[in-house]
């Protein structure tokens, strides 16, 4: 069965998501306590990385705003568990034929993650990781990493090399320019390829009847629109890809949305852990995704954003709001 026999499977979930009546009376661990009085911070030092306000960054082509340690390594963990878990183990959703898939590109690889799935369930399939931030050796024949910006012309080891999906996964304010970026995906990519792009959108959003006032989630939410004119990066990028992947060329688009549960609230037990795990990957992430945007370009302290971050897992700790993220 083709494609135009048969859409992508449809995953979005119900519109209201049925809430655990337990949720409010849920025990913490010893390390979720720890988050209402301490946010985040590793001190660590490595050759061509910069060390700031206690966190790591590397420094190719000028950094990334986000921090590149040992935190960001759990952070982006936890979100490739959460993925897999959310898309029931499937490593993409476009409906290509497995047998003919020999080439495939994850832009922003970070730790490797996905490429590394990818390259163990297709042995027969090359797949390459394409990042910014250098990569330990490949532990797969049939996987490479490749250190570049993937909004500049790709150089590949193979010249002749043309790809049969690219996957893109939470490069949100990783990209400047999502117009290069796009362009050169289309550009070096077999004719009836796939690319397959996930993002979470910056937004709190509940079913509740009635909203806790002053959310500090929300207000987080409201602020990355500040942020993102101060750095001159998209933290909205969800709400554009879908027109700027077809103003890029490609056809057939589609988009979904699914709901992402901050925190085990739902009755569900699959949405139960997803929520566990996107509370995880909100609390190891939070303070990156401030910190050197707002010290640098916002004029806060350290001590601000750390204050910003223990209101915003307190709030999260209470178990008053069933809040979830659209992805």
């Known amino acids: ?47 061509n990385f910069l060390v700031e306000n206690g966190r790591r960054y590397h420094d190719y082509k000028n950094g990334h705003p986000f921090p590149y340690d040992e935190v960001s390594e759990e952070n982006e963990i936890v979100l490739h568990e959460m993925c897999l878990l959310l898309l029931d183990n499937k490593y993409f959703l476009s409906p290509i034929n497995e047998s003919s898939l020999r080439c495939v590109a994850d832009v922003g690889t970070g730790l490797g993650l996905w490429a590394e799935g990818m390259a163990e369930k297709y042995p027969d399939t090359q797949v390459v990781g394409i990042d910014t931030a250098p990569r330990p050796r490949a532990i797969y024949p049939n996987l490479s990493h490749i250190m570049f910006d993937a909004t500049d012309e790709w150089v590949l080891d193979d010249p002749s090399m043309k790809f049969d999906l690219v996957h893109i996964r939470s490069l949100f304010v990783g990209v400047k320019d999502w117009d290069a970026l796009y362009k050169q995906c289309f550009d070096n990519m077999n004719s009836g390829a796939w690319i397959e792009q996930m993002e979470v959108e910056i937004e709190a959003l509940t079913d509740d009847e009635e909203i806790l006032p002053n959310s500090q989630l929300r207000a987080l939410c409201d602020f990355t629109r500040e942020m993102s004119a101060a750095a001159g990066r998209d933290f909205q990028i969800s709400s554009a890809m879908k027109k700027k992947v077809e103003e890029a060329g490609f056809v057939d688009v589609q988009e979904q949305r699914l709901k992402l549960p901050l925190g085990p609230w739902p009755t569900d ?59």
């Open 269 to 327: 037990p699959k949405l139960k852990d997803v929520g566990r795990f996107y509370e995880r990957f909100y609390k190891t992430g939070l303070q990156g995704w401030l910190l050197q945007i707002c010290t640098r370009n916002m004029g806060w302290t350290l001590d601000q954003v750390n204050d910003a971050c223990i209101k915003a897992f307190q709030e999260i700790n209470s178990r008053q709001q069933h809040f979830w993220y659209p992805l």
């Open 1 to 47: 069965m083709t494609y135009f026999d048969k859409d992508m499977e449809n995953l979005n979930h119900p519109a209201v998501i049925p809430v655990d009546e337990r949720y409010g009376r849920f025990q913490f661990t010893e390390d979720e306590l720890d988050d209402e009085s301490s946010a985040y911070s590793v001190a660590s030092s490595a050759h």
